[in-house]
């Protein structure tokens, strides 16, 4: 054991093999360079005298936090909780995919007396949209077992929930349904990296997350780079470097997921996934699930025309999301290799139910971009921001047209090839 002193910190670390080292520290990062690796323990979830153990290969480093921003916590006005009916309607649009999967492709020969059906959610936020999820696949996986006459294993069930480590796990916790059917139990860091060990998830299902990027890219924050995204948010109408350093990143993130799951999921595990994507017909440009970007941007350039925020704080704030075209999806999936592709289907969601008045609408976008904003800007933007913003939204009719509105997606379905790895 070796005490090093980093910071005015003390941190003991123990080398026990070449890639595994325990560490003991509250709320602190510290990067350790050794050969060929560099490795970053952020002990925060685990409390103040808890041991944060990171052990593995330099392929499967432990990614526990990623420089993103939860969706905003707590249950009030803005919160997440009281904003993300639309991603409830994506899983309640895809309740039909779920069932159908399930009773394709799960198999009961999984279940023990001894051992839970593992199942974890990844991007589960603060809820309610989790539960009904974890709800929808639990009663297929029951109806499964009484449609073979397995009544008598009906299995038990082991959920992980997980999100970020800013995540609001307080309010998920306290909202977990009193009638749910399943042990429940948290996971903080970023699904790009391990987060279970091997082969011990049955299902990961995640929906609405993938389209997260885990950091900007570097490029569209420089000024000396032909994708320096100057006056913009987000990459609707941006150059095609803008478009190409996004659609990079998003590879790169969707590799390491897939490469992270690979290694945790069963031999014939099934992978449920709901992904915003972006739409294979030209959109109006006003009705483009981008152009709210845009018009968030627009609103922070009039800040900074009358003073309240600075040119170069706009500048280096971008929103960190991609919609991939579909064909991209599926080109990353079959070059990982692990996974059999079941199916990738698309369905759309329309925003008119969901956002029947402007003020809705910004509270959706509010719940997941405020953190964000709060951070970068330095907090106390956001009323006059959101205000900005849903003043201009009402100059785009087509924003709010019932017709119009609709964001895609597709379901997709993957099973862990047996025996690879
Ligand atoms: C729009 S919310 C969707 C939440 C929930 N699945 C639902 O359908 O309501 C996206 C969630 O993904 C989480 N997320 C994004 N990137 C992540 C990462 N790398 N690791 C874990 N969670 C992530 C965010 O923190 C956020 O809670």
Same mark, same amino acid.
């Given at each position: 054991?070796?005490?090093?002193?980093?910071?005015?910190?003390?941190?003991?670390?123990?080398?026990?093999?070449?890639?595994?080292?325990?560490?003991?520290?509250?709320?602190?990062?510290?990067?350790?360079?050794?050969?060929?690796?560099?490795?970053?323990?952020?002990?925060?979830?685990?409390?103040?005298?808890?041991?944060?153990?990171?052990?593995?290969?330099?392929?499967?480093?432990?990614?526990?936090?990623?420089?993103?921003?939860?969706?905003?916590?707590?249950?009030?006005?803005?919160?997440?909780?009281?904003?993300?009916?639309?991603?409830?309607?994506?899983?309640?649009?895809?309740?039909?995919?779920?069932?159908?999967?399930?009773?394709?492709?799960?198999?009961?020969?999984?279940?023990?007396?001894?051992?839970?059906?593992?199942?974890?959610?990844?991007?589960?936020?603060?809820?309610?949209?989790?539960?009904?999820?974890?709800?929808?696949?639990?009663?297929?996986?029951?109806?499964?077992?009484?449609?073979?006459?397995?009544?008598?294993?009906?299995?038990?069930?082991?959920?992980?929930?997980?999100?970020?480590?800013?995540?609001?796990?307080?309010?998920?916790?306290?909202?977990?349904?009193?009638?749910?059917?399943?042990?429940?139990?948290? #996971?903080?860091?970023?699904?790009?990296?391990?987060?279970?060990?091997?082969?011990?998830?049955?299902?990961?299902?995640?929906?609405?997350?993938?389209?997260?990027?885990?950091?900007?890219?570097?490029?569209?924050?420089?000024?000396?780079?032909?994708?320096?995204?100057?006056?913009?948010?987000?990459?609707?109408?941006?150059?095609?470097?803008? #478009?190409?350093?996004?659609?990079?990143?998003?590879?790169?993130?969707?590799?390491?997921?897939?490469?992270?799951?690979?290694?945790?999921?069963?031999?014939?595990?099934?992978?449920?996934?709901?992904?915003?994507?972006?739409?294979?017909?030209?959109?109006?440009?006003?009705?483009?699930?981008?152009?709210?970007?845009?018009?968030?941007?627009?609103?922070?350039?009039?800040?900074?025309?009358?003073?309240?925020?600075?040119?170069?704080?706009?500048?280096?704030?971008?929103?960190?999301?991609?919609?991939?075209?579909?064909?991209?999806?599926?080109?990353?999936?079959?070059?990982?290799?692990?996974?059999?592709?079941?199916?990738?289907?698309?369905?759309?969601?329309?925003?008119?139910?969901?956002?029947?008045?402007?003020?809705?609408?910004?509270?959706?976008?509010?719940?997941?971009?405020?953190?964000?904003?709060?951070?970068?800007?330095?907090?106390?933007?956001?009323?006059?921001?959101?205000?900005?913003?849903?003043?201009?939204?009402?100059?785009?009719?087509?924003?709010?047209?019932?017709?119009?509105?609709?964001?895609?997606?597709?379901?997709?379905?993957?099973?862990?090839?047996?025996?690879?790895?």
């Amino acid at each position: 054991m070796k005490t090093y002193k980093v910071r005015q910190r003390q941190w003991r670390v123990l080398v026990v093999q070449n890639w595994t080292l325990w560490t003991r520290k509250k709320k602190s990062c510290i990067q350790i360079i050794l050969p060929q690796v560099m490795l970053s323990f952020v002990s925060a979830p685990l409390g103040t005298n808890s041991w944060f153990r990171l052990c593995g290969t330099n392929k499967e480093i432990f990614k526990t936090k990623d420089r993103l921003y939860a969706m905003k916590g707590g249950e009030g006005a803005s919160s997440y909780a009281q904003n993300s009916t639309f991603q409830r309607d994506a899983i309640e649009a895809s309740k039909e995919f779920i069932r159908e999967a399930i009773a394709e492709n799960f198999d009961s020969k999984w279940t023990k007396p001894t051992s839970p059906i593992c199942i974890a959610d990844l991007g589960c936020s603060t809820g309610p949209n989790t539960f009904l999820a974890m709800q929808t696949m639990i009663e297929a996986i029951n109806f499964q077992f009484q449609s073979e006459g397995l009544v008598a294993q009906m299995p038990e069930f082991q959920v992980f929930f997980n999100d970020q480590i800013s995540n609001d796990f307080n309010t998920l916790f306290k909202n977990l349904p009193q009638s749910r059917k399943y042990f429940a139990s948290g #996971v903080p860091g970023s699904f790009r990296g391990r987060l279970f060990p091997r082969k011990t998830l049955h299902l990961v299902h995640s929906s609405s997350s993938l389209c997260w990027l885990s950091k900007v890219p570097k490029e569209i924050m420089d000024k000396g780079s032909s994708a320096w995204n100057k006056g913009r948010i987000f990459h609707k109408n941006a150059p095609k470097e803008v #478009v190409d350093a996004y659609a990079t990143q998003y590879k790169a993130d969707l590799e390491s997921f897939l490469h992270a799951r690979a290694q945790e999921l069963a031999n014939n595990g099934l992978m449920l996934l709901q992904i915003p994507i972006a739409s294979d017909v030209i959109l109006d440009s006003d009705v483009d699930p981008g152009k709210i970007f845009e018009v968030l941007g627009s609103c922070l350039l009039d800040m900074v025309r009358v003073g309240m925020v600075s040119e170069e704080k706009v500048d280096s704030f971008n929103v960190p999301l991609f919609y991939p075209p579909i064909k991209n999806v599926k080109e990353i999936v079959e070059s990982n290799g692990i996974f059999r592709i079941e199916r990738m289907r698309p369905f759309h969601v329309k925003n008119n139910v969901t956002f029947p008045t402007v003020q809705r609408l910004v509270l959706f976008y509010r719940a997941v971009l405020d953190e964000m904003i709060d951070q970068h800007f330095g907090g106390g933007i956001g009323d006059e921001l959101f205000n900005r913003l849903a003043k201009k939204v009402k100059e785009f009719p087509n924003y709010m047209n019932p017709k119009k509105q609709k964001i895609d997606f597709i379901f997709v379905l993957l099973k862990r090839k047996p025996n690879l790895m």
